[in-house]
């Protein structure tokens, strides 16, 4: 390593030693979810699996809980559960990323694992530069700069970044979010039999491509790979504006199925889904495991969206990732199951066989805490109503004859009452992951989930039960430690 890149990571190490006592004082904490030791988390980046271990690195600013010059931090895991703080992986230390190393992903090549990253520069007057790069380590641990591989072509604004690398038929390809001149979002395609030099062949998918209408102002954190013989592009777009239950976030992630000509550079999809319904989800990346296995994290955040009023800023630290999640096609949409090895986790089962509900407001010896799963089976959708209250900070519903869920939370912006929604044909079951101040909800095995950010207070940790009708449901529930 260089010498600035020396000493910012020193930097940002004696910051997490400064600070560590008064991060983990916050009774916030998450105890199985993925945090900054300090200062600001976003993206994952670099996702994969090499030599049986899973690598996830994460837009990382140590400084401070707001954004600014990314780092790139490090954890890993065998098996998904139990994770390991690892060196600091890239510093905004050289020339091309001196304002930020943005996101991007990792490969292996040469038994060799490399990185592919986004350098963020801007001038004194706040112009910007964007430069795609590389860096590689032969442990795994320590990294070594490559500097740039690819330069902005014509066409694009500096908003030009966060390039997933992959491999079909031993050629390498790289997508790029990206900003054309005339401020549309696009997904922009490369082509590379070495890894260094890069043909640009430009859009694959965007706003106002493929007969899709104007979508947004910027993708951002593209992501394509194949599953179950379809081609899947995750992206994140910037600009879309409410539409009854849908982009209710300042910012929205998704995916478009559909078919990748790799010759004519050309994206065949279909409709924008979003993968997740609740209040915080962005910029989601993925990786093949050596299970076979397509596996997601994502940021539990949203750039812009009340970052400023999160209750653990007092703290020093912001945000975390969701759970990892399995993906997988059915019926034309895709899923999100929690990965199997979250079952490690879970102590001391309960259960409640043909548990009824028919009136308001009742709890279940056993069902309470601040850190735990609940799995619901339902045996009929003959109700009206059907409510989880979390106390005083979430409640989830569902009314079978309106096909509406909704997950309500008090804000932690302004302390009021806000509502995420979405339409469900009828409920099979949840799976419900709460973690001190996070909820992850998994509706009919993954067929609709809702993620959020959630801030109770210390003593309520009980739940209430209400249906009108009657409701049937078989109830398993864990503690997570």
């Not at 260094?196 to 899709?212: F, K, R, Y």
């Not at 954190?221 to 879309?240: A, I, R, Y």
């Not at 993620?451 to 997570?480: Q, T, V, Y």
């Given at each position: ?14 910051e ?56 790139w ?111 549309q ?7 590379s039999?070495?890894l ?17 209408g ?31 239950y ?10 478009f ?82 990965v ?9 089962e ?70 995420r ?24 095995g ?36």
């Open positions: 390593m260089e010498g600035k890149q020396v000493e910012l990571i020193r930097l940002a190490n004696e997490v030693e400064k600070q560590k006592q008064t991060v983990e004082m916050d009774h916030y904490r998450l105890r199985y979810h993925l945090m900054p030791p300090v200062g600001l988390l976003n993206d994952p980046n670099g996702f994969i699996q090499w030599n049986k271990t899973y690598h996830l690195f994460y837009q990382w600013m140590p400084f401070k809980t707001g954004h600014g010059a990314k780092f931090g490090h954890y890993s895991s065998t098996d998904l559960v139990t994770w390991v703080t690892e060196p600091i992986a890239l510093a905004p230390s050289d020339w091309y990323d001196k304002n930020g190393c943005y996101s991007g992903s990792a490969i292996v090549d040469d038994n060799k694992l490399k990185l592919f990253y986004t350098g963020n520069v801007k001038d004194e007057h706040g112009n910007r530069e964007t430069y795609q790069c590389a860096a590689q380590s032969r442990d795994g641990r320590e990294f070594e700069k490559l500097g740039v591989v690819a330069s902005l072509p014509k066409g694009y604004t500096a908003h030009f970044r966060d390039p997933k690398v992959w491999k079909k038929d031993n050629t390498w390809y790289m997508i790029v979010g990206a900003q054309s001149i005339d401020e979002g696009k997904v922009v395609l490369f082509r039999n070495n260094v030099d890069w043909v640009h062949l430009g859009v694959i998918a965007g706003s106002n491509e493929n007969d899709l104007y979508f947004g102002y910027m993708w951002e954190c593209p992501d394509l790979f194949e599953l179950n013989g379809e081609d899947v592009l995750l992206v994140s777009p910037q600009g879309l504006i409410p539409s009854g849908l982009y209710q976030n300042k910012y929205q992630a998704g995916y199925i559909g078919k990748l000509d790799y010759e004519q550079a050309v994206f065949s999809h279909g409709d924008f889904t979003e993968l997740d319904r609740g209040f915080e989800f962005y910029a989601p990346q993925t990786t093949l495991d050596e299970q076979g296995r397509r596996l997601m994290f994502a940021w539990m955040g949203v750039p812009e969206q009340n970052e400023e009023a999160h209750p653990t800023i007092k703290h020093n630290w912001i945000h975390a990732m969701t759970l990892p999640r399995e993906l997988k096609i059915q019926n034309g949409k895709l899923y999100q199951v929690p199997e090895e979250l079952k490690l986790l879970r102590t001391q309960i259960k409640f066989e043909n548990q009824k509900f028919d009136r308001d407001e009742i709890t279940l010896d056993g069902i309470s805490g601040d850190s735990l799963e609940l799995q619901l089976d339902f045996s009929s959708n003959d109700y009206e109503h059907f409510s989880i209250f979390f106390r005083d900070y979430a409640t989830f519903s569902f009314e079978p004859k309106k096909k509406l869920v909704t997950l309500e939370r008090v804000s932690f912006a302004n302390g009021k009452k806000e509502k929604q979405c339409v469900l044909e009828k409920l099979d079951s949840l799976n419900i992951y709460l973690d001190t101040s996070s909820i992850e909800i998994f509706l009919n993954g067929e609709e989930v809702f993620s959020a950010r959630i801030f109770p207070l210390e003593e309520n940790k009980e739940m209430i039960f209400s249906a009108r009708g009657e409701c049937i449901c078989h109830i398993k529930k864990w503690d997570l430690d």
